[in-house]
């Protein structure tokens, strides 16, 4: 057993082939439209204004429909709208493979309960720090900021895994690091594969294609994504009452052994799943408290 997507899980069990669902994510992007697209499509925002509100994004814990609002470009009303629009022609990849022929809608009910079922050990309902670690509210701020950029910066999808606690970090293409004093001290390290480097890059450098661009480009993108998530990290933290510093990011060489947890630190580790199988991970070493 392992994490993972619904798709995948039907394929595994026999029920679709691959090709099925590639039609139906297909199907699912071409119906599936953020609200950015939803309200150039109503005619309520030009491509420049949403550009503008994508970039403010980077600075600030807010949602596009609220930040268009903040930002002058949409009425409330117009944003429950688009909301409207956006939730009605949403649907999900059971439902796209339905739409295709590759399920039919008894059989879909029936994968779905074995495919909760199936994955039950693996669901995160939120984020959730081992009790044994103090300053759980910022640590959990941390993991779900990092997550919530992935989406509006890099607009990926994927499935969180819960939290562990780790003596080692594993070894990736490229693993990025920020340090953090002040109320606390710590390491905040993100792991990624080629793969996912190459998602954060394409966002980060808007340009759908970066075949061009060498690794040093690359991995700056990833430092410049951090950079920014752990902006919006200390800024969060100063409403709470917390004061961090953070330092300028800097990149691990890819190594068979990893990254140690050091001595008198704790390693926790948020996994991050992507539909097409890729794994990477969040890391944050934690100095312990001292006795």
């Known amino acids: 057993m392992a994490v993972k997507f619904f798709g995948q899980f039907l394929i595994e069990q026999g029920a679709i082939s691959h090709s099925s ?3 139906a994510i297909s199907l699912q992007e071409e119906t599936n439209r953020k609200i950015g697209a939803v309200v150039f499509e109503m005619e309520m925002m030009s491509q420049v204004e949403i550009a503008k509100v ?55 009910e029936r994968y779905l309960l074995k495919f909760k079922e199936d994955q039950k050990p693996y669901a995160v309902e ?22 919530k950029m992935l989406v509006r910066v890099a607009d990926m999808s994927f499935r969180p895994g819960p939290c562990q606690i780790i003596d080692n970090l594993p070894s990736r293409t490229m693993v990025a690091e920020i340090g953090f004093s002040g109320s606390v001290s710590a ?24 075949e061009h661009e060498s690794i040093a480009i690359l991995d700056d993108s990833v430092m410049e994504f951090i950079n920014i998530v752990c902006g919006n990290i200390a800024a969060k933290a100063a409403q709470s009452g917390f004061h961090i510093d953070i330092s ?14 050091p001595e008198k630190h704790t390693g926790l580790m948020f996994p991050i799943y992507l539909s097409d199988g890729e794994v990477f991970e969040l890391a944050i070493f934690i100095k312990n408290d001292p006795l």
């Open 248 to 261: 300028p990011p800097i990149t691990h060489q890819q190594s068979d052994r990893g990254i140690a947890v």
């Open 21 to 23: 669902l590639l039609k």
């Open 54 to 108: 994508h970039q403010s994004q980077r600075n600030a814990d807010t949602r596009f429909g609220d930040k268009a609002v903040e930002m002058g470009f949409l009425t409330q009303e117009q944003l429950q709208q688009a909301l409207v629009r956006q939730r009605n022609s949403h649907i999900y990849i059971g439902e796209a493979l339905v739409k295709v022929g590759a399920l039919i809608k008894k059989d879909l």
């Open 126 to 147: 939120k984020v959730e720090i081992p009790k044994s670690i103090s300053n759980q509210e910022i640590w959990e701020m941390v993991a779900d900021l990092t997550k």
């Open 187 to 210: 390491r905040y390290l993100l792991t990624t594969s080629q793969d996912s480097r190459n998602i954060i890059a394409r966002a980060i450098l808007q340009e759908d294609d970066i």
